[in-house]
């Protein structure tokens, strides 16, 4: 049962345009959101999150919208840059029982 | 700061061999976190620990699997017998606190082949 689903698993993009990556997710009860993002050998780091009681929030060129009623937040990128070129992934946390759920993630090429 | 810190990064054994895997977290960090990553997949939490007790290991193969958090600071993963579904990068984060919006920090994993 994936109850975080981000169903594109990859994107590519040129320079400059707008990233979207989306995440839909199943379970109501989860409270809080984070997207993260990984190169590769090395660990997933923390991008930006949001709070299920906000529908978007904003750092620098980032920005998460979430939509509850949906069930679907999404991630975007501008402008996108060749160094936002990495896996990304949306993570789920459930106040309830204490877990965090990962998609499965969405590799993004930023072409120059 | 330094961040966390995993050995080895890169492990090869035969099936039914044993391994472990050690993570030392960032200085400070009460709650760390050991996850399954299989390719194409993302992060499977294995278990998570808060100082050194146990707060959720229901997704822990406890037949196979083991973990420690000694002194509440280095913590151990074993694997005893390894499966070949057992390949996957095994990553091990860190938090200051324990709750969902807290910042995870990942180390980089170590990746395990099981042939």
């Known amino acids: 049962d994936q109850q975080v689903k981000q169903n594109s698993p990859s994107l590519s993009v040129q320079e400059g345009r707008i990233s979207i990556l989306n995440c839909d997710y199943t379970?109501?009860?989860?409270?809080?959101f984070l997207w993260y993002k990984k190169y590769p050998a090395e660990g997933p780091t923390f991008l930006i999150s949001?709070?299920?009681?906000?529908d978007k929030n904003e750092d620098g060129r980032f920005t998460v919208f979430l939509n509850k009623s949906a069930k679907h937040l999404s991630l975007h990128i501008v402008p996108s840059q060749p160094g936002d070129s990495a896996v990304y992934f949306c993570a789920a946390w459930n106040s309830g029982t204490y877990k965090y759920i990962f998609g499965t993630g969405t590799r993004l090429k930023v072409l120059a | 700061e330094a961040g966390v810190a995993q050995s080895p990064r890169y492990k090869i054994i035969e099936k039914r061999q044993s391994v472990a895997f050690w993570c030392n977290p960032i200085s400070g960090h009460a709650t760390l976190y050991w996850y399954q990553q299989i390719l194409g997949q993302g992060p499977k939490l294995l278990i998570q620990f808060q100082n050194n007790g146990v707060v959720d290991d229901s997704q822990l193969p406890k037949d196979r699997f083991s973990a420690e958090r000694l002194k509440g600071v280095d913590s151990t993963l074993k694997i005893q017998p390894a499966k070949l579904e057992d390949s996957a990068v095994y990553l091990c984060a860190s938090s200051s606190a324990f709750g969902g919006t807290d910042t995870q920090y990942f180390g980089p994993g170590t990746r395990l082949t099981v042939l």
């Open positions: 949001i709070s299920s009681i906000k």
């Open positions: 379970n109501s009860m989860f409270d809080y």
